[in-house]
């Protein structure tokens, strides 16, 4: 069908600026304007392409070396590295946070969005100033705050004082210094770092839902959770597929909280992916052993991302 | 979206908000509270008065600066050739640079140390500006390039017609046009490097180049532990962001509906 396309219906642009077997192509030439496009995206290939893949390429490299990142002569060590990482209870335990971390603080985040954006959309006074207290920590950077949320849950803290004041004085201890409240302290900072990008994502995700259809099941008898149920949250599946895929790359790089907040303690109770690349990589000289926790890192994210693009687009052509 | 017509209803309402936003509010609320305990306002003269605290001002800035300048110059290059011009496997050129929104920035730490140091730009602003640049491009190409491809091709057309080679359609269509959406690419890249830690945390060294997300140690240093100091460096440094972002706000809410939604 393509190549039967009539020459007249090929813009005149290609025609003259390509050959006829260009303008032959129909359909595609039709978009566009001259024949080589490739100089206006070698910029960003060489920047990013070039820069990343080359430090990919670099990275699986090194894993197979134990290097101290300065000596000249790493010795080759073929796949230790992994069979060393896969043999570490310490790995393991980062990757069962990071699983946890992205499963709670996505619904978590999810939720509070949805209703967020919902109550917002729904004429309460003061919107704009709500909206504000909610996205500015989007803004703020975690190095700068993490001083503020180690003193916050700390034993004498905030929050500890907020507790005994509402009556709850019975369950307050040092939230941060333990192994089993730490995590969670985490995935609470996290949700209040986030959840205003959830918001404002959905916010103008639901602002695109036509009215009118609104309108038609309210008039038929739908109440306002029937709407969020069968109207708005179909209508919003590509934002939620979006934010799934953000949060689980997300998780998956976390660093800058663990680190600043918890040095990824205590007893590695907030050890993350991150954490173990970073510590094995910088101080610890390991710089083979973090390459390889890079490399499988990479490979989950890649892994992840392909899932969710496809489980979302499955989805989406049920739903049509 | 929840339509309440009673009076009670709609007070419920109103409180709910209230009550959800109050969490999002008390980190800040302490973080001021706790940096005029003590000494109070004493505590910010003493902060402000150690000399070297604008040399991480003038860090970030330059590092900002320097990536957005690239990070703008790049996206738009090379979104409007993946929008609007027919290249040989065009589709695969995509893939590979969307395949990098997936990259955690420290997976790249062991290789991007290597290189530095053997390159000498170990220390040096380019070692920060550089790989956050490049992990900044693909999402902003991603976002740009939906934008263009909605900007009718006849205009493109007409200009050519006219003799204005694909450059100059560059300069006077795709530069102005993609006003709204280069509103958002500046944000988010303004955030992501303002606020990077790791990259400057292993690339900067000399006190003198160091960026604000590494203020809080160097005062836990300065002022051994004294909290309420820290806490004051953290409000002035979380200061000029919160005034960005409310002077911003409105530009980014409709970047946003412009493109990030689709």
């Known amino acids: 069908m393509v190549t039967t396309e009539p020459l007249t219906d090929v813009d005149p642009a290609t025609a003259t600026g390509g050959t006829v077997a260009a303008a032959r192509r129909g359909r595609k030439g039709r978009r566009a304007l001259q024949p080589h496009g490739l100089p206006w995206i070698l910029p960003g290939l060489v920047l990013s392409v070039g820069v990343l893949y080359y430090c990919i390429g670099y990275t699986a490299v090194i894993s197979t070396w134990d290097w101290d990142g300065i000596s000249p002569n790493p010795e080759q060590v073929g796949l230790r590295n992994y069979t060393q990482m896969f043999a570490d209870p310490i790995f393991w335990g980062a990757i069962r946070n990071t699983v946890l971390f992205f499963v709670i603080t996505f619904t978590v985040q999810t939720v509070l969005g949805m209703l967020f954006a919902v109550l917002l959309h729904s004429r309460v006074k003061l919107a704009v100033l709500y909206k504000v207290i909610i996205f500015i920590p989007v803004v703020l950077a975690p190095a700068i705050m993490a001083p503020v949320f180690r003193q916050f849950f700390g034993a004498d803290g905030q929050f500890n004082w907020i507790l005994e004041h509402i009556g709850l004085g019975a369950i307050t201890q ?32 639901m602002g695109q839902i036509d009215q009118s259809i609104l309108e038609a099941a309210r008039i038929d008898g739908a109440g306002n959770l029937r709407v969020i149920w069968s109207i708005i949250w179909p209508g919003v599946r590509g934002t939620t597929v979006a934010l799934a895929m953000l949060g689980a790359i997300g998780a998956l790089k976390t660093f800058d909280w663990p680190w600043l907040v918890t040095v990824a303690g205590p007893n590695h109770a907030t050890e993350f992916l991150g954490t173990i690349i970073y510590r094995q990589t910088i101080p610890n000289y390991h710089v083979g052993y973090g390459a390889a926790v890079s490399i499988l890192l990479l490979v989950l994210a890649l892994i992840m991302a392909i899932f969710l693009q496809v489980r979302g687009r499955e989805k989406n052509e049920k739903a049509s | 979206m929840f339509e309440v017509r009673s009076l009670p209803g709609k007070i ?251």
Do not use: H
């Open chain 2, 12 to 262: 419920g309402l109103q409180l709910l908000v209230t009550l959800l936003t109050i969490p999002f509010l008390l980190p800040l609320i302490a973080m001021v509270q706790g940096s005029l305990a003590g000494a109070g306002f004493a505590n910010y003269a003493a902060v402000l008065s150690v000399g070297s605290i604008w040399n991480f001002f003038i860090s970030s800035t330059i590092i900002a600066a320097g990536v957005i300048v690239l990070v703008y110059v790049v996206t738009m290059l090379t979104a409007y050739g993946f929008a609007k011009f027919r290249i040989p496997g065009k589709e695969v050129y995509f893939w590979l640079l969307l395949a990098c929104l997936t990259l955690p920035e420290v997976v790249l730490l062991a290789p991007l140390f290597a290189t530095a140091v053997q390159t000498g730009l170990y220390d040096t602003y380019w070692a920060v500006i550089l790989p956050l640049a490049a992990l900044q491009v693909p999402f902003a190409v991603l976002l740009v390039r939906n934008f263009i491809n909605g900007i009718p091709d006849e205009l493109f057309e007409a200009a050519r017609v006219d003799g204005a080679n694909s450059f100059r359609g560059f300069l006077y269509l795709v530069i102005p046009l993609t006003r709204p959406i280069a509103a958002a690419v500046l944000i988010f890249t303004l955030i992501g490097a303002w606020n990077n830690y790791l990259l400057p945390l292993v690339f900067l060294q000399d006190p003198a180049k160091q960026t604000i997300t590494l203020l809080p140690s160097y005062f836990i240093g300065q002022f051994s532990n004294d909290q309420t100091k820290v806490l004051a460096s953290a409000v002035l440094t979380a200061l000029p962001e919160v005034i960005a972002y409310l002077s911003l706000q409105r530009l980014f809410e409709r970047g946003l509906a412009a493109g990030a939604i689709k």
């Open chain 1, 174 to 205: 040092p939230w941060l210094g333990q192994s089993s409240t730490a995590l969670w302290v985490l995935m609470a900072i996290t949700v209040w770092q986030w959840t205003g990008l959830t918001f404002v994502l959905y916010y103008a995700a």
